[in-house]
DNA sequence: CTCATAATTAGATAATCATCTAATTAGAGT
DNA sequence: ACTCTAATTAGATGATTATCTAATTATGAG
């Protein structure tokens, strides 16, 4: 886990969103574009960005690809820094 | 809690750094710069913008400023976010 | 009041980030 | 094979960020 990346994906109040509309569950890229007034581009790049701090896991169905939140990392993340260790570069 | 500010401050790894530094105990700024090979001002940036966060507070003592750990909005602001609100602009 | 020390603010610059439009890939159905 | 839909990648641009050197403020000591 690259705790740098985790906390650069949280950095951004629309990614912090993202997150919490998946805390309902599972969603496709599309209908999480539709919650915000930025262009499917636009969201794309902020979903890569979750993608690589692990934060969301992503699947295929069909033509859409669903994305999950991956609540373990948030976890890890968070409480390294409550807790002991934060190992910067 | 400006909650998005907490964030950012939080994503930036000698921020982080400080922090968890700083969970040892109050510390001057220079000695807070001693820990990293970065001029003094540029953690003179680093300090306002954990001060704007409120993840710190400071305090002088003589010619010297003495930084404090603020814990409480740390957790406040992590468990925001593993919890339900994260109210985004 | 002047000097030395601690730390900041100011100003400049290079790098990174967020966003858009346009073009491309991938899958499903006809 | 063609077309439609979903979503991505590519390329460009404006805004923000991190960093440095130089100058400034604030405090205490002589």
């Known amino acids: 886990?690259?705790?740098n990346t985790v906390?650069?994906?949280l950095s951004h109040p629309v990614r912090r969103q993202i997150l919490t509309l998946l805390k309902s569950?599972?969603?496709s890229a599309g209908e999480l574009a539709g919650h915000?007034?930025?262009t499917k581009p636009t969201l794309s790049v902020?979903?890569?960005k979750l993608r690589d701090a692990e934060l969301v896991a992503v699947?295929?169905?069909?033509t859409s690809l669903i994305y999950h939140l991956n609540m373990s990392i948030l976890e890890e993340a968070l409480?390294?820094?409550l807790g002991k260790k934060?190992?910067?570069p």
Request: charge should be negative; glycine fraction near 12%.
């Open 46 to 48: 902020h979903f890569n």
């Open 7 to 9: 906390f650069e994906a």
């Open 86 to 88: 934060d190992q910067t």
């Open 25 to 27: 569950g599972p969603m």
């Open 1 to 3: 886990m690259r705790i």
């Open 36 to 38: 915000f007034d930025l």
């Open 79 to 81: 409480s390294g820094l």
């Open 59 to 62: 699947e295929r169905r069909g």
